[in-house]
């Protein structure tokens, strides 16, 4: 059986190359990049890749045409901060020859701070189904933290091994990533109804350093756990802030 891997991207130059090289392997591989200005697709290049430039409207949107331009049966999702094992490598061969299902998590082992993150939420950390046939499933249109539509009638099923993430490269990325998602959360929020505030930023970003640092054990994370909750804290206080902003419409003097 045949598989098709797609990896999205923007100005990704520090990780493409990684990303790249750890799916060699497959029969196809794309590249959607969202008109990259720092190297990313110059990198792409010189591997045996096909590069689709899409204008970012969303992760929802952006994935479901990355499946379109895939066109083997069997699909890997793979992002440009990831990396696929070896031993994840020769268990999809080994899945997509005799499946016992249509789509497939896939655990991922995070690495922050020079370290496997093993709590704070972000071990085994699987999010949308990363394996999976490519009439069998598809993606809502959320701008963020997108869900998935399973087409299959059978269960999902899960990889005993785990890929590997890089999700910060150094604590600016971590910056610059939440006031990009805090950004893009802001559409969800107001699809769910909900309004913004100082109050509602306050406790709803207390209520998610709580969680990740204390319910899902980041405080055994150490240094690097209390940063990921805190990291949590401003993500969700500043999307709340933003919603806020957006609804006030405030005008220049």
Same mark, same amino acid.
């Given at each position: 059986m045949r598989l098709? +891997?797609?990896?999205?991207? &923007?100005?990704? +130059?520090? /990780?493409?190359?990684?990303?790249?090289?750890? +799916?060699?392997?497959?029969?196809?591989?794309?590249? +959607?990049?969202?008109?990259?200005?720092?190297?990313?697709? !110059?990198?792409?290049?010189?591997?045996n890749l096909q590069i689709k430039h899409v204008t970012f409207c969303g992760y929802g949107k952006l994935r479901n045409q990355a499946i379109s331009f895939c066109k083997n049966e069997w699909i890997l999702s793979i992002d440009s901060d990831e990396r696929c094992t070896d031993q994840v490598e020769d268990e999809i061969k080994s899945l997509i020859d005799n499946p016992l299902h249509d789509i497939y998590k896939?655990?991922?082992?995070?690495?922050?701070?020079?370290?496997?993150?093993? =709590?704070?939420?972000?071990?085994?950390?699987?999010?949308?189904?990363?394996? &999976?046939?490519k009439d069998c499933m598809r993606y809502d249109e959320k701008p963020v933290h997108e869900g998935f539509i399973n087409i299959s009638k059978k269960p999902i099923g899960i990889l005993k091994n785990s890929i590997w993430q890089v999700p910060f490269k150094n604590y600016s990325e971590m910056i610059h990533k939440a006031n990009r998602y805090s950004s893009l959360g802001?559409?969800?929020? !107001?699809?769910?109804?909900?309004?913004?505030?100082?109050?509602?930023?306050?406790? =709803?970003?207390?209520?998610? &350093?709580?969680? =990740?640092?204390?319910?899902?054990?980041?405080?055994?994370?150490?240094?690097?756990?209390?940063?990921?909750?805190?990291?949590?804290?401003?993500?969700?206080?500043?999307?709340?802030?933003?919603?806020? !902003?957006?609804?006030? /419409?405030?005008?220049?003097?």
């Open positions: 098709s +891997v797609y990896i999205i991207a &923007f100005n990704e +130059v520090d /990780k493409i190359e990684d990303c790249i090289k750890s +799916v060699l392997w497959a029969d196809e591989i794309i590249l +959607v990049d969202s008109h990259s200005t720092d190297g990313t697709t !110059e990198i792409a290049e010189k591997y896939i655990p991922r082992r995070n690495f922050f701070m020079g370290k496997w993150i093993k =709590h704070s939420g972000w071990y085994p950390n699987y999010r949308q189904p990363q394996l &999976f046939r802001v559409e969800k929020l !107001e699809s769910k109804g909900l309004k913004g505030g100082i109050l509602q930023a306050i406790l =709803h970003g207390l209520w998610s &350093f709580i969680k =990740h640092y204390f319910f899902k054990l980041g405080l055994l994370d150490g240094k690097a756990g209390f940063i990921i909750a805190f990291a949590n804290f401003e993500g969700t206080y500043y999307r709340y802030l933003k919603l806020m !902003e957006k609804n006030s /419409k405030w005008k220049s003097p």
